[in-house]
């Protein structure tokens, strides 16, 4: 039987020397790391990829909630569970929406943990019974003072979803759809039939070339060797390859010498984003900051709705796999505003990636096109 990798982070050694002993203790788990913070657990994920994260909540630099966000997000098949002392109806909301798996009390016997490690790892959720309890309050009092709405299923599902419904509705099998869907997107329709239909960005970029390169997540006209041929996603952007030394060092030269400007200071390329940002934000109508990569789209809508005649443009590549065309105008199509106020967004696209002023043929169109945005829709006062 596959052993199931852990990695666990809690801020005191006492704790982390009991954990260790814990799971030494019964074969069926490999510890693969140890961590004294969030941020030392963030990046010990990305160098082990455990299954299943054990986090505490309480921890310095980074916390367990915005750890348990960063992972979510950038490892999403590593699985999290909270063990930890606090037992307060708003932790368990905050981890649950920042992606949770499972939340045990760290007084819970050794049976309840490991159910807690097995059952999360193997996809389910886990909740000790005093959490279920407080999950359980909560609801019953939201639930008491909600007002009523109502959501179409349309507006729950995504384009490509609606699709694969409205063909599975005409009777075609599995092999059907996915030959559907290899027309959409070149993939192989074994490929999309082992993929049960849903591929992921990096599954799409790691084979769409059918061979042993991967395509540029921010720009698809780039291209790279595969850094691991039999994965199963891209693991690189080839584009950064191609761009990172020369925009540095293009970026240097002008700041330095044309703008005389930080010739004794040092530049860093880069930066730990995640352990040295603060990721809160506190979206209208939610009573408390979300720990993870803030969603604005809530912000707009809300702002359009405040002030019914501002414009927005939205411009992008049509060679971006990260923001796609088609996304970011369906994205737009969700906004909570009044069907009226979708006439005051506009779209425009280029043949260019993410970075748009990248591609030097766009430039002129791309200032062009702002330029009207602006003096058509600026009112004197």
């Known amino acids: 039987m596959q052993k199931i990798k ?5 801020d005191h050694a006492i704790v982390r020397d009991g954990l260790r ?7 069926g788990f490999m510890i693969v790391g140890e961590a ?3 941020a030392e657990a963030v990046r010990l994920v990305e160098e082990n990829r455990p299954d299943v994260a054990v986090l505490d909540i309480s921890m310095p630099n980074v916390n367990g909630i915005e750890a348990t966000g960063i992972i979510k997000e950038r490892f999403p ?19 649950i929406l920042a992606g949770a798996d499972g939340y045990v009390l760290k007084n819970a016997e050794k049976k309840e943990i490991f159910d807690g490690v097995r059952a999360v790892a193997a996809g389910s959720t886990f909740f000790s019974s005093n959490v279920s309890k407080a999950l359980l309050d909560g609801l019953v009092r939201s639930t008491r003072n909600r007002v009523p709405f109502q959501i179409s299923n349309e507006e729950k599902l995504t384009n490509r979803e609606t699709e694969v419904l409205r063909l ?5 099998t599995s092999k059907q759809i996915a030959e559907k869907l290899h027309e959409y997107t070149g993939l192989p329709t074994a490929y999309i039939l082992k993929a049960n239909l849903r591929v992921r960005g990096g599954q799409f970029r790691h084979e769409l070339l059918g061979d042993d390169d991967v395509t540029g997540r921010l720009d698809s006209r780039y291209s790279g060797p595969a850094m691991d041929p039999l994965g199963e996603s891209a693991s690189y952007d080839p584009l950064d390859s191609a761009i990172d030394a020369p925009t540095v060092a293009e970026f240097n030269n002008y700041v330095r010498n044309t703008l005389d400007f930080g010739k004794n200071m040092k530049y860093k390329p880069e930066i730990n984003v995640f352990r040295d940002w603060s990721w809160k934000h506190q979206q209208p109508g939610v009573p408390f900051q979300l720990p993870f990569t803030p969603n604005v789209m809530p912000d707009l809508a809300s702002a359009m709705n405040f002030n019914p005649d501002l414009k927005i443009l939205l411009l992008g590549g049509y060679f971006d ?3 796609a065309f088609y996304a970011a105008e369906y994205q737009m199509h969700q906004l909570t505003i009044p069907a009226k106020l979708q006439k ?11 970075m748009i002023y990248l591609n030097p043929k766009v430039l002129k169109p791309l200032h062009d096109r702002v330029a009207e945005f602006i003096e058509s829709n600026y009112k004197a006062q």
Request: aromatic share 12%.
């Open 6 to 10: 852990i990695l666990f982070a809690d």
């Open 21 to 27: 002993s814990l799971f030494k203790s019964d074969p």
């Open 36 to 38: 004294a913070d969030g």
């Open 77 to 95: 098949e590593t699985k999290i569970l909270i063990l930890t002392i606090h037992e307060s109806e708003e932790y368990i909301q905050e981890l």
């Open 168 to 172: 599975i509705a005409e009777g075609l």
């Open 321 to 323: 796999l990260g923001t």
């Open 344 to 354: 005051n967004i506009s779209y425009d696209f280029f043949p260019s990636g993410h």
